[in-house]
């Protein structure tokens, strides 16, 4: 088992940055076996990659990429999102999760995801 953990406001202001962090217990992010991806699940629709980051670097949806960036702080243990110029169309339950497999396509773990909401 790989628990990780989401954490952060669940309300942000609408033109604000988004901040996400996702702790991992059970494994460490450094092994470059293994990316870790933000995914998010919009109201009435299924769920929509948002980007992981490996060790070779982050890598983006690219519908939002000029909004998104992932880091990750190995001393923690722990990868990052921050999405900026947030709209109410990015209220969403937002999930982290581990990825593998080819081209890091299959999420094997996930946290239990956390609820955004954009909203003045």
């Known amino acids: 088992q790989v628990p990780l953990q989401e954490s952060g406001p669940g309300l942000v202001k609408p033109s604000q940055t988004l901040s996400l962090t996702c702790t991992v217990s059970g494994g460490s992010i450094i092994s470059g076996v293994y990316g870790w991806a933000w995914i998010r699940q919009l109201p009435g629709k299924g769920l929509e990659y948002i980007g992981l980051?490996?060790?070779?670097?982050?890598f983006y949806n690219p519908a939002l990429k000029t909004r998104t960036s992932i880091s990750r702080d190995t001393s923690k243990n722990q990868f990052s999102l921050q999405l900026s110029s947030v709209t109410p169309e990015d209220t969403a339950v937002y999930y982290c999760?581990?990825?593998?497999?080819?081209?890091?396509?299959?999420?094997?773990?996930w946290g239990q995801g956390t609820q955004v909401t954009v909203s003045s």
């Open positions: 980051i490996t060790g070779s670097g982050s």
């Open positions: 999760a581990r990825a593998t497999g080819g081209y890091y396509s299959y999420r094997d773990y």
